[in-house]
């Protein structure tokens, strides 16, 4: 596995403020520790917000997003508000917007004036996961996407069609 792939960092800006990093390519095996992050925080029953900072992530992938999608939804269903997404470029921006990200998204082309804490950051672990349980995650994140704009619908009806079948093969494997 490529290690920038794999670089997202995490730190507490305080108490119920959380900082995730993205260097490198957004995918599906790192939205994995997003996913792992977030259950993490609800396991102790901590109600936290997120601040995605992506300066340094050059590409995203659709499960990546629809990590992103999932978050900014129960986050908003929690009352904390909108998911805070900064440091965007063009190419980063274009595809939050493309997918509608950006309306349920709290999109920046800087910090948004937020200082980070630059050296408490560390690494989230992706965790080891078996072949029925990535194509849940990904299934998941692709819904997300299709439940936030009607184009997404379309868009990914393909892929949702091909994973509900593969989920099915792998749960035939399992009984």
Do not use: W
């Amino acid at each position: 596995m490529n290690q920038e792939e794999n670089n997202v960092e995490y730190a507490e800006l305080n108490d119920d403020i959380i900082v995730i990093r993205v260097q490198g390519r957004g995918t599906f095996n790192n939205s994995m520790a997003l996913e792992k992050l977030d259950k993490l925080y609800q396991n102790e029953n901590r109600d936290v917000r997120y601040i995605f900072d992506l300066e340094q992530c050059s590409y995203m992938d659709s499960t990546f997003m629809g990590v992103l999608a999932l978050l900014g939804n129960k986050q908003m269903r929690r009352g904390m508000g909108k998911v805070s997404v900064m440091n965007l470029n063009q190419h980063t921006l274009k595809l939050l917007s493309t997918l509608g990200l950006n309306q349920i998204l709290d999109c920046h082309q800087d910090t948004g004036g937020q200082d980070l804490p630059e050296d408490e950051f560390q690494a989230a672990q992706v965790p080891e996961t078996d072949k029925y349980n990535q194509i849940v995650h990904i299934l998941e994140a692709h819904r997300g996407l299709a439940d936030l704009d009607p184009n997404n619908k379309l868009r990914f009806e393909n892929v949702l069609t091909y994973l509900e079948k593969s989920l099915a093969k792998e749960e035939e494997k399992r009984t």
